[in-house]
């Protein structure tokens, strides 16, 4: 059974940072594409970011030089490091992975919150 399990969301400032962390179970996250992806109030959810099996990384271009995507392979847990954090960042994060083309996985959501 996979289980992915994010934390690390919260209230924030304009310019500040977030670090979120996503851990996973029942997969093993160095061997997969593990995606970082976000939903605010009445729009579409929306990919963030990207880390393959490789290490090869992808980001949205709203996250492009403010996020960096990376993954403890000891820990079995992904990271989406969250710098000069916008008002329009404020959304429900949502860690993802697809082990195979039958089914994805996603975890639960944090709330990030930028507001002043």
């Known amino acids: 059974q996979v289980h992915l399990v994010e934390s690390g969301g919260g209230l924030v400032q304009p310019g500040g940072s977030l670090r979120l962390s996503c851990a996973a179970s029942?997969?093993?996250?160095?061997?997969?594409?593990m995606g970082w992806y976000r939903q605010a109030p009445g729009q579409q959810r929306e990919l963030v970011a990207t880390i393959t099996s490789v290490g090869s990384t992808n980001y949205a271009d709203s996250a492009k030089g403010r996020f960096t995507i990376s993954r403890d392979d000891a820990k079995n847990t992904v990271y989406l490091q969250m710098n000069g954090l916008k008002h329009e960042d404020t959304a429900v994060y949502y860690c993802?992975?697809?082990?195979?083309?039958?089914?994805?996985?996603w975890g639960q959501g944090t709330q990030v919150t930028v507001s002043s």
């Open positions: 029942g997969v093993i996250v160095r061997h997969n594409t």
């Open positions: 993802h992975v697809r082990p195979n083309i039958i089914r994805s996985y």
